[in-house]
C-alpha cells in the first residue's frame, strides 16, 4: 500500500517536473532549477547525517567551492559547461575528502566544529582570491552549450538538461543508500565499535561518503552557477550549511528523499513570502519552530510513519516492517 | 531567437494573468499588456532594510501617484519583492519578473553583487533596471547595457566628491579604515588616487572584515599614522562603529574622519554628539532647498521618516522613466532608453541631470558636514552644505568609461 | 623598543584592548558554556540574547529614563526571563534527543528576535551614551584607555567570578553540577532537576544579554549585532574545552588578545583566526585545552 502510494506520488511528481517549462504562468523554471540544486545538495548531506550519522556543519564549503570553480573554468578559460561542471564536482570532492579525513578523527559536534572551521578557512579564501569579486561575486558566467550539441542559452533546454544531472546526482544517493556500502553506513550510524569489531575498515568507509557527499554537493552548486550565471560568497557561507541542515531535517532525516521535500519546502517559504515584506524572517523563524516542534522524524519520515501505522483495510501489512500494535 | 519566445511566454502569461480585466478588450500594440508595471527589488528584511526596503518602494509608488496613475491612458502598477541581499535570489526575482510578470522596469537594487546581477539579466531580457542604492562603477563601464540606469551615486562619485573637497582644504595626508570587501578596496584605491593627484600622501590603511564590531585597535593604528583625515571606506554598522571608536580613543578632534558613504540615516543612529564635524557627500539631503522640502515632508507622513538620497532617488528616477514613455508614446524597451538617455532630468532632486550613453545619470553632488547638537534647531535638521560637486566633476570622465556602447559611436 | 616594526608600546595598547574584548568574549562564552553543560544544546541564540539584552537597555534608558546601574542589572534579569519562558515552553521538548534540534530550535528563534526587532526598530540600529561618569580617559602610560572599556574588564570579570564561584562553591552549584553528572540520581535525591535546567537557561542567556548591556555604549546597538558572533563564541567554548567553566573564561580573554594582534598583523585574517585555532586544538587535544578527555 504504501509502496503503491509512493510510487504513484513519485510518477506525479515526475511528470509534473517534466511540464514544468511549458506552464510559466503557474511555476517558474528558473525557480524549479534553483530549488531542483538544493535538493541534490540536501539528499547529498544527508548520505552523512541521516544515513552514517556524521553532522558536518560546514558544507557550503563544497556547495560554494564547486559554484567557483565551475563558473571560473567557463568564464575565464572557456572550458565546456559540461567539463566545467564536472571539475566542479571533482575538485569538491578532493576538498571533502580532506576535510572529511581531518574531521573523522573526532566525533560528534567536534567533528560539526572542525567542519564549520574547515569550511571558514574556505570562505576566506574565496573572500580573498582575486578572481571571485568578493562581494560582487563571479558575475555573467558564460553557460555555453552542453556535450557541444545543446545550447543552453535556452532555458527550456538548460531545465531538461538540469534535471537530467539531479536526477542522475539522486539516483548516486539512492543507489548508495541501498547497496551493501549503504548497510555498513548505517551499521557504523547505530553501533560504531560494533562494525570496527566486525573488521570493517570504518574510517575509510566515512572518508569515502564525505567525499562522495562533498562531491555530489559540489555539482549542485556548479549546476546553480551555470543556471544564474553566477557565483557568489553566499554559496559558501555558513549560512548555507546551516540552511542544509535545516532542509534535512524539515523533511526527514532517516528517509533518502525527505531532504528533498525539505529543500523544496524552505525554497517555496523564501519565494512565496515576497509579499509579508519585513515580516519574511519572523514568518520563517515560526515555520520552522512549529516544524522542529511538531513534525520532529521530518515531514517525509512523518508520513511515512503515519502510513505505516494506519491500519488498512485493502492492503496487507508491508513485508518489510515490523508489526506494529493496533491503536 | 530567445527574444521572441520570451515574448511569446509573456504574451502567454499576460493573457492568463488578466483574465476579466477590462484593459485586455482593447489591446494596444504600444503597450506590453497593456500596462506599465514597475518592479521594486530591494532589502526588505536585512541589513540595508532601512536604506531602501519598504520606503524604497514608497518612493516608487508616490512617483507613480503624482504623475497620475497612468501614462497616456495605460495604467501603471508598482510590485515589489526582496532580494534577501542575495546575488542569486535578486537575478531569479528579475528573470521572473521580466519573462512571466510583464515587467517592464526594477528599481533601487541595493547591494552592488545584486545590482550587477540583474544588470546581467535586464540587458539580456532588454528591460529596464535602474540602480540607485549601490556604487558599483562596473554598472557604467565593463557591464554597461542601454537599459540600465545608474542613477543616485557611484563610488566615483563618492571618491570624487569627498576626497578632492578635503585635499583642496588643505588636509593632506590619509589613513584608511577599509572594510575588506571589493567595495571598501575600491573606494580606498578610487580616493587614493584622487589625493594623490592633488598632491596628498596616503600614510597607510587598515582593512578590517565585514561586521566588526571592535574598532579600538583600528583606532589606535589609525592615531599611531598621525595622518590629517581617517577616510572610512565602509558602510552601515562598519563604519558607525567605527566613528564610535573614534570618537572614543579622543582621535577625532585632531584628526578628521571622512566618511566615504555614510547615509543620512547613520547620522541618525550615530546621534549628533559622536557625528558632530563629520564630512559627507551625499546626492540629496531633505533640507536642502523648498522642492526637497515639499517632497520630503510627504515622504515622511506616509513613512514617518525622512528620505536618504537612494529614496529621492527612486522617486525622481522612477518619473523620469514615466516622462520617457509618455514622450516615446510606448513602453517598448529601446525607444523609451532612447527617451531616457535624451530628456535632461529637473526635479527636486536634480538639475539639468542628463543620462549618458553608458547609463551614467549625471548631476551635481554635496559635501556636507554635521552639524553639532547646538547647531540643530528642530528635528532631522543634521547637515550644513560645504560645497557642491558639479556633475561632470564627481562622475567618471566619459572618455575613461571601458563601456563597449561608447565604440559604436 | 620595537618588534616586527612596531614600537612596544603600541603593541602593549593592543594588548590592553585584546584583554577589552577577551572580556566580552569570556562573558559570552561563559554562558554558552554553562548551557551546554547542562541542557547539552548548542544555544545558537546566544546572539540574539546579547543584542536583545543590548536593545533592553536602550529601552529602558530612552522611555524609563532608567540610571545607568538600575539597567545594568535589570536589563540581563528581564532577558533571563524570556529565556526561561522560552526555555520552559519549546525547548524542553527536546530534551533527550538528538542535540542537533535543539540547535535548530534556538536558530528559528534567532530568526523570529532578529527578523522582531528589525521590523519595530529598523536595520540601521540606536544611539547609546556612555554613562557621564565613566566617559572619561584613563592614562596607563603606555596608552590612553577610555575609562569605560577599562569598566567594562572590572564588570566582565566580577561577573564571571561571581559566576565561577556560584557553580564551584555554592550547595546551588554542586546540585547543578550533579544534575549535569547525573539528572536521574539527582531528581531521586528530590532536587526538582527541572527547575534547575531553567534557571541555567536563565542564568546562560542572562550573561549574554549582560555582554549586551556593556556593549551598548561602545558598539553600535541594532538587530544584526549578534548574529555573526555566535559562531565565534561556539569556537571559543569548544578550543576552552566543552562543559569547562576555566576553559571558557580563560580562553575568551585569550581569544580577544589574539584576535586584537591579528588586527595588527594580518587584519584581514582576524575574524577567521579562532577558527584556524581551533582545528589545531581539537586535533592535538581532542577535548579542548582544559575539557577532560571522555571515554
Known sequence: ?????????????????????????????????????????????????????????????????????????VKVYGVPTDLGILAGGVVAALLGTIIGALAIRRSGIYLAMITLAMSQ???????????????????????????????????????????????????????????????????????????????????????????????????????????????????????????????????GMNTVFGPAVGAAIISTLSHYLDPFGAWVTVITGVVFMTCILVFRRGVLGQLQQRLKRRPSPTASTPIDTKPKPHH | MPAKNTLK??????????????????????????????????DMSGIYSDLSGEAAVTAVEMAVEDFGGEVNGVPIEVIHGDHRNEADT????????????????????????????????????????????????????????????????????????????????????????????????????????????????????????LDTSDFSSYALQAQASQADIIGIASTGADAINAINALAEFGVTPDQQPAALLLWYDDIHSLGLETAQELLLTNAFYWDADDDTREFSERFHERTGRMPNMAHAGNYSSTMHYLNAIEAAGTDDSAAVSEKMREME?????????????????????????????????YDYDYLDLVTTIPGEEAFQPLEESTCHLLDDE | MIIFGIPIQALLGQLMLGIVNGAFYAVLSLGLAIIFGVLKIVNFAHGAFFMLGAFTAFLLAQHLDANYWVVLFLAPLLVALVGMVFEWLFLRRLYGLDPIYGLLLTFSLVLVLEGGFRVAFGSSGQPFATPEWLSGTIDLGFMILPTYRGFVIVAALLACFATWYVIERTSLGASLRAATERPELTQAFGINVPRLVTLTYGAGVGLAAFAGVLAAPIFHVNPSMGSSLVITIFAIVVIGGLGSIKGAIITGLGLGVVEGFTRVFYSEFSSTIVFLIMVLVLMLRPAGLFGREEG
Open chain 1, 1 to 73: 500500500m504504501m509502496r503503491t502510494l509512493f510510487l504513484a506520488l513519485s510518477a506525479v511528481g515526475l511528470l509534473a517536473l517534466l511540464i514544468v517549462p511549458f506552464v510559466p504562468a503557474l511555476v517558474y523554471d528558473i525557480f524549479v532549477m534553483k530549488t531542483l540544486c538544493f535538493v541534490l545538495f540536501a539528499c547529498a548531506f544527508n548520505l552523512l547525517l541521516g544515513h552514517t550519522g556524521i553532522l558536518s556543519f560546514g558544507h557550503a564549503a563544497f556547495f560554494g567551492t564547486g559554484a567557483y570553480v565551475t563558473g571560473h573554468l
Open chain 1, 121 to 251: 578557512l574556505v570562505f576566506f579564501f574565496f573572500l580573498q582570491a582575486p578572481f571571485t569579486g568578493a562581494e560582487d561575486g563571479l558575475q555573467r558566467i558564460p553557460r555555453g552549450t552542453f556535450l557541444g550539441i545543446i545550447d543552453l542559452a535556452s532555458d527550456t533546454a538548460l531545465y531538461y538538461v538540469v534535471l537530467c544531472i539531479i536526477g542522475a546526482g539522486l539516483w548516486v544517493v539512492w543507489r548508495t543508500v541501498n547497496s551493501p556500502f549503504g548497510h555498513v553506513l548505517r551499521a557504523i550510524r547505530e553501533h560504531e565499535p560494533r562494525a570496527i569489531s566486525l573488521g570493517y575498515p570504518v574510517a575509510r568507509y566515512k572518508i569515502i561518503v564525505f567525499t562522495l557527499s562533498a562531491g555530489l554537493s559540489g555539482i549542485a552548486g556548479s549546476l546553480k552557477a551555470i543556471i544564474f550565471q553566477l557565483a557568489a560568497l553566499s554559496d559558501v557561507h555558513w549560512h548555507t550549511s546551516g540552511d542544509v541542515i535545516l532542509m534535512t531535517l524539515l523533511g
Open chain 2, 9 to 42: 511566454t509573456i504574451a502567454l502569461s499576460s493573457a492568463v494573468l488578466s483574465i476579466g480585466s477590462v484593459s485586455s478588450a482593447m489591446a494596444n500594440d504600444d503597450y506590453s499588456d497593456d500596462l506599465v508595471r514597475i518592479g521594486v527589488l530591494t
Open chain 2, 90 to 209: 535578486g537575478a531569479s526575482r528579475a528573470r521572473e519578473w521580466y519573462d512571466s510578470e510583464g515587467v517592464d522596469m526594477i528599481n533601487d537594487l541595493s547591494n552592488s553583487g545584486v545590482a550587477l546581477a540583474v544588470a546581467a539579466v535586464a540587458d539580456e531580457r532588454e528591460r529596464h533596471a535602474i540602480v540607485n542604492s549601490s556604487s558599483n562603477v562596473d554598472l557604467t563601464n565593463e557591464y554597461c547595457s542601454p537599459y540600465v540606469t545608474h542613477y543616485t551615486y557611484d563610488a566615483h562619485s563618492l571618491a570624487h566628491g569627498t576626497g578632492k573637497s578635503i585635499v583642496e582644504d588643505g588636509g593632506d595626508s590619509w589613513f584608511f579604515l577599509t572594510v575588506d570587501f571589493a567595495f571598501g578596496i575600491g573606494l580606498e584605491e578610487q580616493v587614493s588616487e584622487v589625493v594623490r593627484d592633488a598632491g596628498g600622501q596616503v600614510v597607510g590603511a587598515a582593512r578590517h572584515p
Open chain 2, 345 to 377: 532630468i529637473n526635479d527636486f532632486f536634480a538639475e539639468d541631470g542628463y543620462i549618458r550613453p553608458n547609463g551614467r545619470m549625471v548631476h551635481d553632488q554635496y559635501l556636507w558636514e554635521v552639524k553639532s547638537p547646538d547647531e540643530s534647531e
